[in-house]
C-alpha cells in the first residue's frame, strides 16, 4: 500500500531527552481538548513521574488523556504510580499485558514499539524516544542517543488515525481496510511528510521498502544511523549499489552492542558493505538508540524501527518519512558531529582479515538473529490482547 504524503507540514527535529521532553510536557500542559500518547517503555524514574503528573493535570482539567504503554516494556510500573493517573481520569491501555513467570518477563514477540503522541489533533510528535530517564544525560554515561519530531499539519491527522486504530482493535492484527480521510490541509509549513506504519496483517514491510525506494533514488549521499542494524539482503543490496554508483554511503552503528551475539552478526555484515565503499563507524560516546535516515538534501525518516527482525518482522512501529530541506540539515549537522566527534570508522582490512571461525560464527549468527524472530511469529500460541486499567475506585482489594 502506498504510503500517504501530505503536503504543508512543518517539522522540528528535537535530540535526545534535554530537547524533547520540554517540548512534549509543555504541549501535554496546554492541551485542551485531547491528549493520546503511545509508548514502548514508561518507567517510574524522574522523567515518568513529571509525565504521570502533568498528564494527570490535564486530565483534571476536563482534557480527554488516552496512554497506551507495551505490555513487556512498561511491565515493572507499581500501582502507586498508576494509582493517581486513573483517579485523575487518565484512560490507560496495556498492549499485551504480560505474567511474570518465574520472576521474568514473558512474551518478548509481538510488541508495541511505537513512540506517538498527538495533542489537540494539531501537534504531534514521532521518534524512538521512550519516557524514561535513561534518555537524559544526567541519568549517567549509558544514557541513549536518539531523535524525535516535533509535527505540525495535515500529517497529525493520520498519526490520530493510526492510534485511534490500535485503540479500537478487537482482535490479533486487525486493522481498518480503508485510511482515514485525508484531513483539510493547513499549509503549516512547506514539509511534505508520511506516516508510515509497520504491523503484521496490511503493512508488513512498508518501513523496509519505503527505505529502499529512498536508497534507490539517492544522488549523493546516504546516512544511516541504527541502534540494532540487521536489514534483509534486498536492503543491503541497494545500499552497495548506491555505494557502486558513487553515492557516499554511511552508516552509524552502535559501538558497544551489549550482546555477544549481536556483535558477531553485525561483523557478518561488515566486510560485504565494505567492499563495496560504504563506510561504517562505531558510536563510542554512550548507547546509540537512534533510528534515523538521510538521503541527498531533503529525504529524511525518523521513527521507532530499528532495521532488525524484531522490528521488520514482529514490532508494531511507526516512522516519518520526510522530504524538508530544513529538517534534513538539522539531522546531517547532528549525524557529522556523532561522526567526527564520537565514532570510530571501521578500518576495511580489519574487517576483510577475520579468522575462519569468527567468520563462521558471524555467519550463524547473522541468520540466527535475522530467522529466529520471524519464526517465532508464525507461533499460533500467543495472541496480542489490550487491556484498559480500571479506576482503583472500581476495583475490589488493595490497590498496592
Keep these: 500500500m502506498k504510503a500517504a504524503w501530505r503536503d504543508g507540514n512543518r517539522l522540528e527535529l528535537l535530540e535526545n531527552g534535554e530537547a524533547y521532553y520540554p517540548r512534549l510536557f509543555g504541549a501535554i500542559a496546554a492541551a485542551r481538548e485531547e491528549v493520546l500518547v503511545e509508548t514502548f517503555i514508561l518507567f517510574d524514574d524522574p522523567v515518568g513521574r513529571q509525565f504521570r503528573d502533568t498528564a494527570s493535570a490535564a486530565a483534571r482539567r476536563g482534557v480527554k488523556v488516552q496512554l497506551t504503554i507495551d505490555g513487556y516494556g512498561s511491565a515493572d510500573l507499581p500501582a502507586s504510580f498508576i494509582a493517581p493517573m486513573l483517579d485523575a481520569g487518565v484512560r490507560i491501555h496495556v498492549y499485551d499485558p504480560v505474567p511474570r513467570r518465574f520472576g521474568q518477563r514473558t512474551h518478548f514477540f509481538h510488541r508495541l514499539h511505537r513512540k506517538l503522541v498527538v495533542v489537540d489533533r494539531r501537534l504531534a510528535f514521532c521518534g524512538g524516544i521512550n519516557l524514561s530517564y535513561d534518555h537524559l544525560r544526567a541519568s549517567g554515561a549509558e544514557s541513549k542517543q536518539d531523535y524525535a519530531l516535533q509535527i505540525e499539519g495535515p500529517v497529525v491527522a493520520d498519526l490520530r488515525g493510526a492510534m485511534l486504530a490500535l485503540l479500537a482493535r478487537r482482535r490479533r492484527w486487525r486493522w481498518p481496510q480503508r485510511r482515514p480521510p485525508a484531513p483539510m490541509a493547513t499549509h503549516e509549513g512547506t514539509a511534505t511528510a508520511a506516516l508510515v506504519v509497520r504491523d503484521n496483517r496490511l503493512h508488513r514491510t512498508d518501513i523496509e521498502r519505503l527505505y529502499r525506494v529512498g536508497i534507490r533514488s539517492a544522488q549523493r549521499e546516504v546516512v544511516i544511523a541504527n541502534a540494532y542494524f540487521f536489514p534483509g539482503y534486498r536492503l543491503l543490496r541497494e545500499l552497495r549499489r548506491a555505494a557502486r554508483r558513487g553515492v557516499r554511503v554511511q552508516v552509524i552503528l552502535q559501538g558497544n552492542p551489549d550482546l555477544r551475539l549481536v556483535r558477531w552478526a553485525t561483523e557478518t555484515l561488515h566486510d560485504y558493505l565494505l567492499r563495496a565503499g560504504v563506510r561504517i563507524y562505531e558510536y563510542l560516546e ?115
Design 286 to 400: 554512550r548507547p546509540m538508540h537512534a533510528k534515523v535516515a538521510l538521503i541527498d538534501d531533503d529525504w529524511l525518516t525518523v521513527g521507532s524501527s530499528n532495521l532488525d527482525p524484531l522490528s521488520l518482522f514482529l514490532n508494531l512501529e511507526a516512522n516519518l518519512f520526510a522530504r524538508d530541506r530544513q529538517t534534513s540539515a538539522a539531522l546531517r549537522a547532528s549525524l557529522e558531529r556523532l561522526i567526527t566527534e564520537h565514532s570510530r570508522e571501521i578500518d576495511p582490512a580489519s574487517a576483510r582479515y577475520r579468522s575462519p571461525i569468527r567468520r563462521l560464527l558471524g555467519y550463524l549468527a547473522y541468520h540466527l538473529t535475522r530467522r529466529l524472530p520471524r519464526l517465532a511469529g508464525w507461533l499460533p500460541a500467543h495472541a496480542p490482547a489490550r487491556a484498559t486499567l480500571a479506576p482503583p475506585r472500581a476495583r475490589t482489594g488493595n490497590p498496592d
